[in-house]
């Protein structure tokens, strides 16, 4: 075999390499979700170190007082951006509602058809942020944190694991899939740290044991 046809060879056989590369990256479960990403875990434990500890009062909870899913631009509201964020070949009816598509579950590793499988959650809850700062707040501000598209603080997971997550913080709750525990901690202190939300003392023991592991 000449020099020309070897070299040739070898440029094909790379190129077909990283094109394999390449599918499998775009096919993978984690390039589904598109959560933003959140500061490191080196990042997230100097935030935790100065977050207040505080203890929970949720007097006057309502969820009302946190005016969600509003309007982002034509006819889609927040929950549908998301949607189309998270998910793989989402079609979209006039109305801006997912007519078809594929959606990967990052808390448990379940994959979705439907968007009706899906809820977004507030990774911070609404009731976790009132306990623990948010009822000061103004409306405005509060509507700002339930439709954060900035933060990482949204994202489409499984129904029912949003409810059974329902407003629990890493001391009592987390996703089921461990490899995904370092992503969900330091996405959830980057939320508190930003909205200046203190913590109590076993969210504070939970966040800390986990980011240690990060």
Not at 19 to 26: M, Q, R, T, V
Not at 53 to 60: C, F, L, M
Not at 76 to 101: I, M, P
Request: net charge neutral; glycine share 4%; aromatic share 10%.
């Amino acid at each position: 075999m000449s020099k020309f046809y070897a070299r040739r060879r070898v440029s094909i056989l790379a190129a077909l390499t990283g094109l394999i590369a390449s599918a499998a990256l775009f096919n993978s479960p984690s390039a589904s979700a598109a959560l933003p990403t959140p500061v490191s875990a080196t990042t997230a434990r100097t935030y935790l170190a100065s977050l207040t500890v505080a203890t929970e009062d949720r007097t006057g909870y309502n969820r009302d007082l946190f005016p969600h899913w509003i309007t982002q631009s034509g006819t889609c509201n927040t929950r549908e951006v998301v949607l189309k964020r998270d998910g793989t070949n989402v079609v979209q009816d006039s109305a801006c509602a997912a007519t078809s598509g594929s959606w990967y579950s990052v808390y448990d590793g379940a994959t979705w058809t439907a968007a009706s499988d899906l809820d977004i959650d507030h990774l911070v809850p609404l009731a976790e942020a009132w306990d623990s700062g948010a009822d000061s707040w103004t409306t405005s501000r509060r509507q700002s944190f339930a439709n954060d598209l900035t933060r990482p603080q949204l994202i489409a997971v499984t129904d029912n694991v949003n409810q059974s997550k329902g407003d629990q913080d890493p001391a009592t709750w987390m996703p089921s899939r461990t490899a995904y525990r370092c992503t969900y901690v330091r996405a959830w202190v980057q939320v508190k740290y930003y909205y200046g939300l203190s913590v109590d003392s076993a969210e504070k023991s939970a966040l800390t044991s986990y980011l240690a592991s990060c």
